[in-house]
Nanobody, 129 residues
Framework: VRLVESGGGMVQPGGSLRLSCVASGFTISHYDMNWARQTPGKGPEWVSSITTGSTTLYADSVKGRFAISRDNAKNTLYLQMDSLKFEDTALYYC????????????????????????WGQGTQVTVSS
């Protein structure tokens, strides 16, 4: 099982980036997939999810600006990020939720990152003027 993120970089406030997460060794449509981010000195922050049923959810901090999607044929997860802000600067990684954990129950835990079955190395996003 492997997840490889790409698409990060440096962008000015108000700019856009599209992150990709290529999966191998498993089928992403069979898992509730997620994007999370982390900054130095802080714990992981859940950003967005797309469930096996294609329901999408977003953290309040990114709602209306970010869009999660997946291409089943390419076994790839995406995160379109628009109207980027300084506070979006972080290492972004994709992660697959343990399939034995009901998604609704995981939401109730506050998107606890210990429930991820696997995750990638991440791609750095820096928003700077």
């Amino acid at each position: 099982v492997r997840l490889v993120e790409s698409g990060g970089g440096m962008v000015q406030p108000g700019g856009s980036l599209r992150l990709s997460c290529v999966a191998s060794g498993f089928t992403i449509s069979h898992y509730d997939m997620n994007w999370a981010r982390q900054t130095p000195g802080k714990g992981p922050e859940w950003v967005s999810s797309i469930t096996t049923g294609s329901t999408t959810l977003y953290a309040d901090s990114v709602k209306g600006r970010f869009a999660i999607s997946r291409d089943n044929a390419k076994n790839t997860l995406y995160l379109q990020m628009d109207s980027l802000k300084f506070e979006d600067t972080a290492l972004y990684y994709c992660a697959g939720l343990n399939p034995s954990i009901p998604f609704a129950a995981w939401v109730q835990t506050g998107y606890n990152e210990t429930a991820y079955d696997f995750w990638g190395q991440g791609t750095q996003v820096t928003v700077s003027s």
